[in-house]
């Protein structure tokens, strides 16, 4: 339950990041936050491809599609933001 809970939180802490990308808050390099959610996405699928195989490789699959969204500011607005 911790690792779900620690995972949660840094998925909201790297949108909070994009946010403040995207808002001029920080100058953070894209590069950057591409190595923090290729960092993530690892964690993630870390703990997943034990338990859940399905959607371990589900996201997986969709990584750079997620990507793209991140990186894209509109997409991001519209999707999470």
Do not use: C, H
């Not at 790297?14 to 959610?37: C, H, I, N, W």
């Not at 793209?68 to 933001?81: C, H, S, W």
Request: proline share 2%; net charge negative; charged share 30%.
């Amino acid at each position: 339950m911790m690792t779900k809970l620690s995972l949660k939180n840094q998925v909201d802490d790297l949108l909070d990041e994009f946010r403040d990308f995207y808002a001029g808050k920080v100058k953070t390099p894209l590069s950057m936050l591409r190595q923090q959610f290729d960092l993530l996405v690892m964690k993630v699928l870390a703990v997943l491809q034990d338990g859940d195989a399905a959607l371990a490789s589900a996201i997986a699959s969709s990584r750079e599609f997620i990507w793209e969204i991140l990186r894209d500011p509109k997409k991001f607005a519209d999707t999470v933001a």
